[in-house]
């Protein structure tokens, strides 16, 4: 078969990634440190010892260039990855672009996203550290799934605090979580101080991911036998996700391509973190013109349309300081169906690097990614989460471009997720019945 024809790109087992690729390690400057909210000095690992095993507290600071994955993780990694590389000649076709889109496809873990790749090295260093339980939150319910899954792995019990529109929408992450042996509770819940202070304000709260992370947090800090696990946003997350980037570039290779632009969805910022950073490190050499492009939603436009500034992580004001892009710890996104981009705050790293000039975003609404994602099933064959579907309509609009230029671009993006799940969108899509919301910075926030 000619390189031009090949759609697969498959790397052996053997060439699963033996490190995390630590970015900061490479930055022209080093990016502002959390703060502490009352003292406004950066905080030490003490004030993250109640929340994360010591482990992941040194890889949230460390700028060592590559951080050794141990064997029981890597082994765990080996039932999905290294995930493929796929040339969408179907989608190229129908585009009729000179353009050649390929994407990394995160959908074929157990959870059905790229979530795990992060939840199973902290599931395996709190149950190394001694911790039995984890809390966490989730958007869409592909981290809660996720959690759920490693937790399950490593022997821990797990406790998930579910956005409730999601929980609503996608009653079956809530058994797909339920199904490996954790809890899930819709959030804003009567469980938590915070879920209540929310409830008593607004009883038809569909809640948001700062919420949800506010009673996870709470959680954690009020049981000793409990730690709480993030889903992004965090150094050690984004590191974790390395691993995607990490294989695409040998992928790659193996195709003979070098990226013009790579794309992903951002949320908190982890899998376009995942799958940019390690490609990345050429660019901030000098060495290379790649783009990299984040794609969120209109809705909830963190990076195009928020301000850069030292903000809370959560809703009720619990977490570190941190500088990032933001639309206000208050903001309440709109019930858009891609859950897991409905989040106030982009990943400290990601806005550094945006304010560096190094990375591109951009904003879309919902119906015109789901018109991507139609596009996408019908001539690829998978159905994506909505989350991608922000990655695809870049890519798509891409390569429209690459042919009025008559450009041969070339594009890589980050599929994270199928939507096997997310059918309840499809058939609002379909029936007519999506509605795109538009930004509205004037809801309240807290200014810090
Ligand atoms: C499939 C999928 N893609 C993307 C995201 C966005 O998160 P992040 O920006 O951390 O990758 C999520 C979050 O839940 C997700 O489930």
């Known amino acids: 078969m000619s390189q031009a024809t090949q759609r697969r790109y498959q790397l052996p087992e053997s060439e699963l990634p033996t490190h995390y690729y630590n970015i900061a390690a490479d930055l022209p400057e080093p990016a502002p440190p959390p703060l502490h909210p009352g003292t406004r000095e950066p905080i030490g690992p003490e004030a993250l010892a109640p929340l994360f095993p010591m482990e992941l507290i040194r890889q949230e600071v460390s700028a060592e260039r590559l951080i050794p994955i141990p064997e029981p993780v890597r082994d765990a990694y080996r039932v999905y990855r290294p995930s493929p590389l796929i040339r969408a000649l179907g989608l190229e076709r129908s585009l009729n672009t000179p353009a050649r889109i390929y994407y990394k496809y995160e959908g074929v873990s157990p959870a059905g996203s790229h979530k795990p790749n992060t939840a199973i090295p902290q599931a395996f260093y709190n149950r190394a550290e001694g911790v039995t339980r984890l809390v966490t939150e989730t958007g869409a319910g592909q981290w809660g799934s996720a959690l759920a899954y490693a937790g399950a792995q490593f022997g821990i019990e797990t406790k998930v605090f579910m956005v409730r529109v999601s929980y609503e929408q996608k009653p079956y992450r809530r058994s797909f979580i339920q199904t490996m042996g954790a809890t899930v509770t819709p959030s804003p819940s009567a469980e938590t101080n915070a879920g209540r202070a929310i409830l ?225 969108a499809y058939d609002a899509y379909l029936a007519g019945d999506l509605t795109d919301v538009a930004f509205e910075p004037q809801q309240e926030a807290v200014a810090v």
């Not at 709260?205 to 000793?224: F, M, N, Q, Y």
């Not at 994602?373 to 309509?393: K, N, Y």
């Open 200 to 424: 008593a304000a607004d009883p038809e709260s569909s809640g948001s991911l700062g919420i949800a992370i506010s009673e996870a947090l709470e959680v954690a800090a009020t049981r000793d036998d409990t730690k709480y696990s993030l889903g992004s946003v965090l150094n050690h997350v984004l590191l974790h996700q390395t691993v995607i980037g990490q294989e695409a570039g040998k992928q790659m290779e193996m195709a003979g391509d070098v990226p013009d632009v790579v794309i992903g969805c951002a949320g908190g910022g982890s899998n376009f973190a995942g799958i940019a950073f390690p490609l990345l490190t050429e660019r901030l050499n000098g060495r290379s013109r790649t783009r990299f492009l984040a794609v969120e939603p209109a809705s909830c436009p963190s990076l195009t349309r928020g301000e850069y500034r030292y903000d809370f992580g959560d809703t009720a004001g619990t977490t570190p300081l941190l500088k990032m892009h933001t639309l206000g710890n208050g903001f309440r996104p709109a019930p858009i169906h891609a859950g897991g981009l409905r989040y106030h705050g982009m990943a400290p790293m990601i806005s550094h690097l945006y304010e560096l000039g190094f990375l591109e975003a951009r904003a879309y609404a919902q119906n015109t990614c789901f018109e991507a994602a139609v596009q996408f099933a019908r001539t690829e064959g998978l159905i994506p989460a909505p989350e991608s579907s922000h990655a695809i309509r870049a890519a798509i609009d891409e390569a429209v471009e690459a042919r009025q230029m008559n450009e041969e671009r070339v594009i890589l993006f980050n599929l994270s997720g199928h939507g096997f799940f997310d059918m309840a």
